[in-house]
């Protein structure tokens, strides 16, 4: 003889179509594979009741019982869907735009089940247009930490700042606030974990800070400029102080990875690797200069198959569109002394000394934009974030990816 106890929150009361209602009650049904009679009475078929006390009447039950999950469960399984200015995670969509004064996002969803990257907006900070906090934040092992820290990461820094009254630089409030987030993500009893970029804009300078991945570059006169550095468990550096806290690293899929799981160093959360993935930032600050164009954050499925040098050519060529001004013969006539059109190009030495005082006397190029544009500066910022997005999808990438391009000329941040 097998039998089988099948324990359940509800009681199954058959009705004459044969469905069923759930009480709040708890029973437990016996299944036995002895043969037994069925012995069950003309007026109870005709009625519907049967008698669930009778192992003949379970053996004979075609429909199984209802499982009724715990509403938090539920919850958890929800799709949400949010789709706001200032935090943005897409659900059921493959990508998603947005652009604001002077700053575009575009978000591509990759081959997970569900988009893992969000961004932060706050184009006026304390109510100074001048002052802004942007962010992008890429999330692993589910979305809960990437969206905790887009919501709560700006507000600490800046109730840090005000709190110290001058007593610590803006350096040492954006780690401590790094740091707060992180143990106010791990106080929740969630597992995932986020890597994430910021930039804080004051009106002279530029906060950048990283952990994990994702980066920052800095289009400096056309020129990039990486201003954050990628925490992997490939660097030795952060492979050695790993080992020394007695953790270890070992390849696993084709990486290093911490413990084998975790492929960055450094993030917002992951509770289980907390004693040696930390949540301290890298943080550098730079004044702005009127070279400076813009700044490009994006999460790692960006960097992995596009180099830094090429993002921000494919953004300039992109925003400069139809008002690209090249540099032809014509530049020459600057000079008189080369005013002739029958006469040759000068000297190689000659032609760099003159392009040399066409860059000075030039805006940068986003300036020209400004003051030669046909179509709103932020639609061009867009469409280069869609251009990086799918220039890394054609080179193969699955990742998630979320691309900022943030323009330093706008409202004369930099001027």
Same mark, same amino acid.
């Given at each position: 003889m097998v039998s089988i106890s099948v324990h359940t929150d509800e009681n199954v009361t058959p009705l004459n179509n044969g469905s069923n209602t759930t009480n709040s009650t708890s029973t437990t049904h016996s299944i036995s594979s002895s043969p037994v009679s069925s012995n069950i009475s003309s007026s109870n078929r005709c009625s519907g009741v049967v008698d669930t006390t009778k192992t003949s009447d379970s053996?004979?039950?075609?429909?199984?019982? /209802?499982?009724? +999950?715990? #509403?938090?469960? +539920?919850?958890?399984?929800?799709?949400?869907?949010?789709?706001? !200015?200032?935090?943005?995670?897409?659900? $059921?969509? *493959?990508?998603?735009?947005y652009m604001d004064l002077g700053v575009g996002v575009f978000c591509k969803k990759g081959k997970k089940k569900f988009m893992e990257d969000t961004y932060k907006i706050?184009?006026? +900070?304390?109510?100074?247009? !001048? /002052?802004?906090? @942007?962010?992008? @934040? $890429?999330?692993?092992g589910g979305r809960k930490a990437a969206e905790f820290a887009a919501e709560h990461l700006h507000q600490n820094i800046l109730k840090i700042l005000e709190k110290s009254a001058g007593t610590m630089t803006i350096e040492e409030a954006v780690k401590a606030a790094y740091l707060k987030t992180d143990d106010e993500f791990l106080e929740q009893g969630l597992g995932s974990g986020t890597c994430c970029v910021t930039c804080l804009v004051e009106e002279k300078s530029i906060v950048v800070s990283n952990v994990g991945d994702c980066r920052a570059v800095l289009c400096r006169g056309g020129v990039a400029e990486s201003l954050t550095i990628d925490h992997r468990v490939e660097e030795e550096w952060e492979r050695r102080r790993i080992e020394k806290k007695g953790g270890y690293v070992e390849i696993h899929r084709g990486a290093?990875?911490?413990?084998?799981?975790?492929?960055v160093s450094r993030s917002i959360g992951d509770a289980h690797l907390k004693d040696w993935v930390l949540a301290e930032p890298d943080t550098k600050t730079l004044d702005l200069t009127p070279e400076m164009d813009f700044i490009v954050l994006a999460s790692d499925g960006l960097w992995d198959k596009v180099e830094n040098q090429e993002v921000v050519d494919t953004a300039l060529r992109v925003c400069l569109g139809p008002d690209k001004v090249e540099l032809t013969n014509d530049c020459w006539k600057? $000079?008189?002394?080369?005013? &002739?059109?029958?006469? #040759?190009?000068?000297? /190689?030495?000659?032609?760099i000394s003159l392009v !040399?005082?066409?860059?000075? !006397? #030039?805006?940068?190029?986003?300036? *020209?934009? /400004?003051?030669?544009?046909?179509?709103?500066?932020?639609?061009? +910022?867009?469409?280069? &974030?869609?251009e990086l997005v799918n220039l890394a999808v054609t080179r193969g990438s699955l990742d998630d990816i979320t691309v900022m391009i943030i323009d330093l000329h706008h409202l004369g941040w930099n001027s």
């Open positions: 053996l004979k039950r075609k429909r199984p019982l /209802k499982i009724q +999950l715990p #509403s938090s469960i +539920l919850r958890e399984i929800q799709i949400e869907k949010i789709k706001t !200015k200032d935090n943005m995670t897409v659900e $059921d969509q *493959q990508s998603f735009e706050v184009s006026s +900070l304390n109510g100074n247009p !001048k /002052k802004g906090f @942007y962010g992008v @934040y $890429d999330g692993h290093w990875r911490v413990h084998g799981i975790l492929s600057e $000079d008189d002394e080369f005013a &002739c059109e029958n006469t #040759s190009p000068p000297t /190689k030495s000659r032609r !040399k005082q066409q860059k000075v !006397k #030039s805006h940068s190029p986003l300036q *020209q934009i /400004k003051h030669n544009r046909k179509r709103p500066i932020s639609n061009r +910022l867009v469409a280069a &974030c869609k």
